[in-house]
């Protein structure tokens, strides 16, 4: 059984930055496509970033366009845990952030429906 375990979240004002973390637990993640994924109040869930080693030299990665070059994200499989760097922090990027797993698809999607694994979720709050 997989277990993902987010960790890092908290309160950080305007223009600070914070790192999230997220431990996979059950299954090798390094055949795994990683993503991030956020969700504010009122809104829907939405795609952050994502994650693959596709051919074994190299990791691919895609971010939604409201975080290209501010986020970054990455991986450890030797410590199997992704990494969320956030920087540039905005109010707008308040949420509680979601990593999720899929194996099996060498793809990045952004459509959280195509992720088997979800971790419970940490909150950022980012102050004006």
């Known amino acids: 059984q997989v277990h993902l375990v987010e960790s890092g979240g908290g309160l950080v004002q305007a223009g600070g930055s914070l790192r999230l973390s997220c431990v996979a637990s059950?299954?090798?993640?390094?055949?795994?496509?990683m993503g991030w994924f956020r969700q504010a109040p009122g809104k829907e869930r939405e795609f952050v970033a994502a994650i693959i080693w596709n051919d074994g030299f190299r990791y691919y990665t895609d971010y939604a366009e409201s975080v290209k070059g501010r986020f970054t994200i990455s991986r450890d499989n030797a410590k199997s845990t992704v990494y969320l760097q956030m920087n540039s922090l905005k109010p707008e990027d308040t949420a509680v952030y979601y990593c999720?797993?899929?194996?099996?698809?060498?793809?990045?999607?952004?459509?959280?429906?195509?992720?088997?694994?979800w971790g419970q979720g940490t909150q950022v709050t980012v102050s004006s």
């Open positions: 999720a797993a899929v194996w099996a698809r060498p793809t990045m999607p952004r459509e959280g429906k195509e992720y088997g694994y």
């Open positions: 059950g299954r090798t993640l390094s055949s795994a496509t």
